[in-house]
Structure formats: structure tokens, C-alpha cells
């Protein structure tokens, strides 16, 4: 897909209705809902992602964050929560993104690829057919306990570029954000979305002044920008 300048921001992990609002007021326009994972941070009942899910107002993505594989489970779960879009973290071992497109019309699907070599560009060109967008992120399906995202680590942005300019669909890059670090992140990669959980976050809870740094820094608000 052709480089964005400024892209837009999800902000992940959110918990609570006052973080999506939080998130919301400086300018997200995306909010990251995590489900069982086999590790990381965020995890939050699928009741509570339904219920927050719910005071969301139209024009901001609500992202499911999933760790199942099964076609028939993933469906199960968006009807039950109610999101407009699903991140599937790991690969479809059961049933295809046709079965869940079939079953769930007007459901964004995002497939996550997680950076672990030259091999994910591979991987990114074969689903990028069948798929809304992709999210690149730092995890590990490899593991024994699988990495399935908020790990807090940096991948090669040099392999998030390439698999960017090698697909036509919107590219989100996650995986060790921060205000620090998220300008040289776009200038590398140049993705159509920012995602971002730990780097904007203390002791697990959003925490106001990262996140306005963040998204100084990622270009969403001016520098002098009253919010």
C-alpha cells in the first residue's frame, strides 16, 4: 500500500469505558479490546469488551483481539461482544476468513503477523488477499507459552517496510511504541496505523500524560494542541 505521513492511532489494552473515552478525546481512532490470551497484558472479560464496546460511538474501530483459531469460535465470540472489527492474533487453523466474512457481513478483519524474520513477508503476501488490513507486532508463536502481542519489544522495521510496500491493503504497526521512538517508527515504515498498549501505559493503567506524548509525537495533535 502507498505511504502514509500521518497515520492514525489505535490505542490497545483499553479496560474500562473512562480509558476509551480517555483514548478517544486525544484522538484514537481505534480501540484495541483483549480477550484470553495464552500471555501478555489487557486481558479483560468478554462481557466487559461487550459492554464497553457498547458506548462507542460510530467512526471509531472497535478491535477484538483474539487468540482463537477456529472460524466458528471467532464468530462466536463478535456476536457475543458486539465489536465492528476482529484482530485475529494468531494464524486460521480451522475454518477460512470466507466462513467468518459469510457469517458476520460488514465485519472488518485484521490478521496479525508477527515480525520473527524475512519469512513474515511470505506470510503477509499470503493473507493480505483475504484480509481488511494487517497488524505487524512483536510476538512469538514459536514459544511453548505463545506470544500473541504486548510484549513491549521493537521488530525489524526494515521488514515491516517491505511487507507495507508488498500488500494493498492498510498496514497497522505495533510491537515497543513509545513517544520516543514512534517518529523514526513512521518514517521508516510509513504505515496507515500506530497501535500501541504498554508505551502508554504505568502499572497497566492508561496513564494521560504518555498518551498525549504519544500522540504529539505521532503527529495527531499539534504540539501546542489543548485537550
Known amino acids: 500500500m502507498e505511504p502514509v505521513s500521518r497515520p492514525r492511532v489505535k490505542i490497545c489494552c483499553i479496560s474500562s469505558v473512562e480509558e476509551a473515552w480517555l483514548a478517544m478525546r486525544y484522538g484514537a481512532s481505534a480501540l484495541g479490546l483483549v480477550s484470553a490470551m495464552p500471555s501478555g ?47 485475529i492474533c494468531d494464524r486460521l487453523t480451522g475454518g477460512s476468513y470466507e466462513d467468518i466474512r459469510d457469517a458476520l457481513p460488514g465485519i472488518k478483519l485484521v490478521q496479525v503477523i508477527h515480525v520473527t524474520g524475512p519469512q513474515s513477508l511470505d506470510e503477509a503476501r499470503m493473507v493480505a488477499t483475504q484480509v481488511d488490513a494487517i497488524l505487524l507486532d512483536s510476538g512469538n508463536q514459536s514459544l511453548a507459552v505463545k506470544e500473541l502481542g504486548g510484549t513491549g519489544r521493537v521488530h525489524d522495521w526494515a521488514i515491516s517496510r517491505a511487507i507495507r510496500a508488498a500488500i494493498d491493503i492498510p498496514l497497522y504497526l505495533a510491537g515497543g511504541l513509545n513517544a520516543d521512538n514512534v517518529g523514526e517508527a513512521i518514517e521508516a515504515v510509513r504505515p496507515f496505523a500506530l497501535d500501541i498498549c504498554s508505551g502508554v501505559r504505568t502499572d497497566g493503567s492508561l496513564d494521560e500524560a504518555k498518551l498525549s506524548a504519544f500522540m504529539r509525537a505521532a503527529g495527531v495533535l499539534s504540539k501546542d494542541a489543548r485537550v
Open 41 to 87: 497484558p489487557g486481558v479483560i472479560e468478554d462481557n466487559l469488551i461487550r459492554e464497553i464496546a457498547a458506548t462507542i460511538p460510530p467512526g471509531v474501530a472497535t478491535f477484538l483481539l483474539t487468540s482463537a483459531q477456529d472460524a466458528e469460535a471467532i464468530i462466536a465470540q463478535q456476536r457475543h461482544t458486539g465489536v465492528n472489527t476482529l484482530q
